[in-house]
């Protein structure tokens, strides 16, 4: 079974300033997807961005960007020019091709925005 | 627009009781998910569907049953409500295609009391 990991309970950062958040994942499959997912206070999950394990090429979406690095099973979310409404919890999930399509999730990290 | 609905925001149950969370997609998604979110452990799989009338367990189905009749309509229930279900419940929905986001609900949070 796979399992991700989010080492960082907590992050602050600055409004305006840069952050990584970071997730690591165990698998033996070579073929899957990576997500990162955000829930504001309102709890509604709504998806930040993508990256599939065939691209080499890493994700971007506007300020979102990720460093995907497939042989350390890594997949870290950078946010630019950090705003007050990126205040969240951030999930890192994997969902694999076999098993259903099953996502499975870590354990998220708690982002704080400081005006 | 697309919508995944939970009946329920807040719930407030008593011990024992039997308790059924409903889920509505309109996506037409053959996936559909209940998962079980607390502080520190993310996301947790309680079961998934595939396709009408079929389920698989996920990683803590100890405790909850689950129902596909429609292809829209996703339940979970709790045979008999205990105060460690106390939690937060998502439902979630995605086409089969693995490239594909789930969307979810906005969560039921159910207090066992």
């Known amino acids: 079974a796979q399992t991700v990991t989010q080492s960082q309970p907590e992050m602050s950062v600055q409004e305006a300033e840069t952050v990584t958040l970071s997730c690591t994942y165990d698998?033996?499959?070579?073929?899957?997807?990576l997500f990162w997912y955000k829930q504001p206070p309102s709890r509604q999950m709504i998806l930040v961005i993508r990256?599939?394990?065939?691209?080499?090429q890493n994700a971007t979406e506007n300020r979102f960007s990720v460093n995907f690095q497939k042989a350390a099973k890594s997949f870290s979310l950078k946010i630019s020019d950090s705003q007050l409404g990126d205040a969240a919890m951030y999930f890192c999930?994997?969902?694999?091709?076999?098993?259903?399509?099953?996502?499975?999730f870590g354990g998220g990290t708690r982002l704080m925005v400081k005006p | 627009d697309v919508k995944v609905t939970q009946s329920s925001r807040y719930l407030v149950k008593r011990t024992g009781e039997k308790v059924f969370l409903e889920c509505v997609q309109d996506?037409?998604?053959?996936?559909m998910f209940w998962y079980r979110q607390d502080p520190g452990l993310g996301l947790r799989l309680i079961y998934f569907?595939?396709?009408?009338?079929?389920?698989e367990k996920g990683d803590i189905p100890e405790g909850y049953s689950v129902s596909r009749e429609k292809k829209e309509r996703f339940s979970l229930i709790l045979e008999s409500a205990s105060t460690n279900q106390t939690s937060m419940y998502l439902c979630?929905?995605?086409?089969?295609?693995?490239?594909?986001?789930?969307?979810f609900g906005q969560g039921t949070r159910l207090t066992v009391v």
């Open positions: 990256q599939e394990a065939y691209k080499q």
């Open positions: 569907s595939y396709d009408v009338k079929m389920k």
């Open positions: 979630a929905s995605n086409l089969i295609q693995t490239n594909t986001e789930a969307f």
């Open positions: 698998t033996s499959e070579s073929d899957y997807y």
């Open positions: 996506m037409d998604h053959e996936n």
């Open positions: 999930a994997y969902r694999s091709p076999n098993a259903g399509n099953m996502l499975t």
